[in-house]
């Protein structure tokens, strides 16, 4: 399947966020992809407060079952929660799990005015009842579960989509 | 010799000690608390991980200090956390260790956190849920006897790559009771397992053990002698009792001799940290003007110690 | 009844005898060894080919829980235990509840045993009253009762005056004092031998000086009284020497090992291994190798199995609350033959440990021999099969060794007592 460029696609996710900016706009990325993304957005957005990242690890439904693994790196959000006009960012949209995880961490640095999701790519799949305020590809037909999508990027910065098979 | 803290699959499945556990475990821990530290800055001090797990903290010796360390680092967990005096309940009673354990295993327990002044009682246990085939609860040693305190150790490792990142060039004098003392074996376990160059403790005959070169430290009986060039100084506690036991004449020669002092610190290098596992006596081990200065960690071991109990615990339960 | 044990290896370490023969059995007596006395017509024979035929065992140390400790062991039990053992007489320790210091008990306990009719027992009387290292014990009337020696078990007189008015009193009569060499207060409030082991476990440790101090004063106490002083269970290279040296300065004094520290040491504590919680502590693997190589060439008199059943409610306990002691019966036989083998030692030198070195030491003359004229006590093992110590193969009530799982030589196939077959497999 060809995907399009993943470049274009934050141009076009910033271009549709962009009319619904706030003053008290914050944006805070899903590591790892949803944070270069939310890093590349707070540029072509032109934000005063740096982004956020959080990491989701501690907040994992399947913890139960699998446990922790990798290593989990610190969440870090360097501005008052409390208030803010959120807009979630992560890299591609599938089961809807990890959003939930990250909304109920967000709600632990305490209560913002709102919150919004963007994504790159929906991918379909979904499991709970969860959707994009913002979305600069939806994929046609949903991905077979045996595939990951998941965004990367190179050392000069340069953001793709790669389809891997899980 | 099987080591009843590793599973068949080769994880950890209790903390007993850290004599014998593989180097890449420790840093795993210690890599696992570092995020966890993040926590205790939030609005909602707490995370799910262990919702719905019922732990229970099983003190058969009395330590507020560390039941409360170790209720905190559940709690943030989201765990529901029992704490058991034992020592004043059931076994006054009569009832046996393990007959405690089955009882609470019938409550469904998931973990349990045991303190106990007989060396190696968390063994037992973690033998009899093994025996018992209970393989889905853990154990952790909140200290046991003379034997062990993993999760003190595991925290003062945290302290030492905090402020000195590696431990592959430093020099570290233990100061003090390492006779009885859980936290020096731990310590020193651990060191010796991270690669520490020279170990050393310091202290009077009575207080180190006969056999203690046997596990690769260099012994000293001059405080200033010791604490020369070091760049970790880690304090013992000295125990009250040790006056009646013929071990040590009075506090105050201790105090003269072993007592930690502006003075003798400046022996140590210009950037060497001073930790103490608490409570101090002040005064006794630890002169105050160190306890509060500029060079002391104490109380950033604390902090880190609820960081490093949440990562413990986490990973047990996750297995 | 008229047995006769044909064709066996018959190995009778006091006539320096090794050679396959038959031995013949009449009224509870060796009636002869190879030719059959005239008109001699057996009832039974028991084929014994490829076995070996030994005198019955001695065992120096049996703690047969009887009476007070019912609840871990019975006479019954123990001396069923005895039979599957090959061990026909056993010396007890006077560390009983009550303890053995009242000839009216001694007698009672003969007289319990006799009436079981299995393995003879020898009773070791307490020296001082309730061992409590006071007051003297009837040492003339326990003799009169059926004591054979006596001694303070892991009790050890603390003051040494009593110490020395006991030895005194015995070398009065000539009575044999068996001393276990603890320093009461080098051992207070330890586990385990003080080294590495206890060290990297936490565990209290227990100083080889515990057993040198004590020695000191027993030897030269012994010295000055002339007491018949045997020393027992020893436990380390240290402890061994000093008996050396007394020898060498002219004393009769003798000393035996437990089978538990002839072959084990602190290491084998692994994680706090309860079994392996024992009166002495295990000390190091120098002095387990110099009490096996002491015990090889005779500087040790004899070896011993220590028995002391314990239930397992005292054993699953931390170590250091746990109650010390191994059952031992059934395996003084099989650590033995795995000694010798270890060491390439003769078979009769090594059954020499537990058959006629032991009867000497007991004062037993009647047994320990396969002599015409000697009470029928005999052995007969199977030096070749190999099986493995479990909780079920133990007829002992007290399932708790440091050897559980292990696989020894060495199996019993008959135990006759006085002619009688009382255990055959």
Known sequence: ?166 | MHNPQINRHGELQHLLTLDGLPREVIVGILDHAAPFTEVAEREVKKLPLLRGKSIFNLFFENSTRTRTTFEIAAKRLTADVVNLNVSTSSTAKGESLLDTIDNLCAMHADMFVVRHAASGAPVLIAQHLQAAGRDHIHVINAGDGRHAHPTQGLLDMYTIRHYKHDFGNLVIAIVGDVLHSRVARSQIAALATLGVPEIRVIGPRTLLPTAIDAMGVRTFSDMREGLRDVDVVMMLRLQNERMAGALLPTPQEYYKVWGLTAEKLALARPDAIVMHPGPMNRGIEIDSAVADGAQAVILPQVTFGIAVRMAVMSMLAGQ | MKIRIANGRVVDPAHRIDRVQDVFIAGGKIAAVGQAPDGFAAERTLAADGLVVAPGLIDLAARLREPGFEYRATLESELEAAMAGGVTSVAIPPDTDPVLDEPGLVEMLCYRAKKLNRAHIYPVGALTIALKGERLSEMAELVEAGCVAFSQANEPIVDHMVLLRAMQYAATFGFRVWLQPLSHFLTRGGFAHDGEVANRLGLAGIPVAAETVALFAYLQLARITGARLHITRLSSAEGLALIEQARGEGMDVTCDVSINHLHLCDRDIGHFNTHCHLVPPLRGQQDRDALARGLADGRIDALCSDHTPVDDDHKLKPFSESEPGATGLELLLPLTLKWAAEYELPLPVALARITSDAARLVGITKAGHLAPGARADVCVFDPAARSVVSRDSLKSQGKNTPFLGEELPGQVRYTLVEGQLMFER
């Open chain 1, 1 to 166: 399947m060809q995907f399009p460029d993943a470049e274009t696609l934050c141009q076009h996710l910033a271009d549709q966020i962009r009319p619904s900016l706030q003053p008290n706009t914050v944006l805070i990325g899903i590591r790892t992809g949803g944070e270069w993304l939310a890093r590349r957005l707070h540029t072509l957005l032109g934000l005063k407060e740096p982004p956020g990242a959080i990491d989701i690890s501690f907040y994992r439904d399947d913890y139960g079952a699998r446990g922790l693994h990798g290593r989990p790196q610190r969440t870090d959000i360097p501005f008052s929660i409390e208030d803010a006009a959120v807009i979630l960012v992560d890299d591609v949209l599938y089961t809807g799990r990890t959003t939930r995880a990250a909304l109920n961490e967000i709600f632990d640095f305490g209560r913002p005015a709102s919150v919004e999701l963007a994504v790159l790519v929906d991918r379909g799949g979904r499991e709970l009842p969860i959707a994009a305020r913002y979305c600069a590809h939806t994929l046609p037909e949903p991905l077979p579960a045996s595939q990951n999508l998941q965004l990367e990027q190179t050392e000069d910065g340069n953001l793709s989509l790669r389809l891997i098979d899980a």
